[in-house]
């Protein structure tokens, strides 16, 4: 009973942080309520018992969430306001109208996935963290290794792109732009 009053409290605040994320004028305000709407989901992982995806949801998501906050308190003016257009009522009805078939099949999912099994049953015992590992490292080994590989090369090729652009510094270049113009006059 507990566990059903948790989840639908943490569906309810998951929806509606997220509508705040979606209709909040205010870049801190969206980012905010994304990242605690983030860490509700995690949330959710835990209840249902899944501790590795509830870690992983708050390490990769929140993580990337707070990065994300990050540039937008660097690159937004947090303070301005913001003029948006009036979204057409079709649109609208037709997103709603989506919203609510998807909601349907959300809560039509536990009575309708009853029958459906593991392809690739856990041994008796093993922890969640296990099971995944042991999954991970036997049935899908190669998609993750090369999963890992493109990783490492998109952090190189990153890296290198970095590199290329430091090569010169702006505030060296501002320096002499701004002595060459005082020399010229």
Known sequence: MMETFAFYLFSILIVGLFCVT???RNILYAMTSLAAGMVLISGLFFLLGA???????LIVYVGAV??????????FDATGTVKENNTPATTVFLLGGLSAVV?????AAPAIGGNVHALYPTPEGATNPQAVGLVLF???LIPFEVAAVML???MIAGIILAG???DKSLSRMKDESAVSEKDVK
Not at 51 to 57: A, K, R, T
Not at 66 to 71: G, K, P
Request: glycine share 6%.
């Open 51 to 57: 501790d590795f995806l509830g870690v992983v949801q």
């Open 103 to 107: 909601l349907v099949v959300i809560f």
């Open 138 to 140: 036997t049935k899908y």
């Open 22 to 24: 979606v209709m909040s």
């Open 152 to 154: 490492l090369v998109a």
């Open 164 to 166: 290329k652009k430091m």
């Open 66 to 75: 707070m990065a994300l906050y990050a540039f937008g308190m660097m690159f």
